[in-house]
């Protein structure tokens, strides 16, 4: 069973930053490709950055591209997101998931849900004045 855990999120004003972390076991991300995504109400679900499990390759969504920034961290077993400069359409709910793909760069829609096996639960990050 693969267990994830996100944390991180919370309410911050625009142009502010918040640091979204996805921790699993060191085994699940060694294994797992690991993607965030995030839903705002009333709107589909969209893929916004993902870090392949073979060589560490990351990528973004142009929505979030130059603010964000999706990194590992093997002595926390963390899967980590740096949300820089966040605006209010930044707000939802903020989610990590976990792929057996293990090297994103060969799969143009890589931000599409179905590639992903696992998810978890969600943090809700708001950005408001």
């Known amino acids: 069973q693969v267990h994830l855990v996100e944390s991180g999120g919370g309410l911050v004003q625009p142009g502010g930053s918040l640091r979204l972390s996805c921790a699993a076991s060191r085994f699940i991300l060694d294994k797992y490709s690991i993607g965030w995504f995030r839903q705002a109400p009333g709107k589909e679900r969209e893929g916004i950055s993902c870090?392949?499990?073979?060589?560490?390759?990351?990528f973004y969504a142009d929505s979030v591209k130059g603010r964000f920034t999706i990194s590992r961290d093997n002595a926390e077993n963390t899967v980590s997101l740096q949300m820089n400069s966040l605006k209010p359409e930044d707000t939802a709910v903020y989610y990590c998931a976990a792929s057996s793909i293990d090297k994103f760069g060969i799969i143009p829609t890589r931000f599409r849900g179905l590639w992903y096996d696992y998810w978890g639960q969600g943090t809700q990050v708001t950005v408001s004045s």
């Open positions: 870090i392949s499990s073979s060589d560490g390759s990351t």
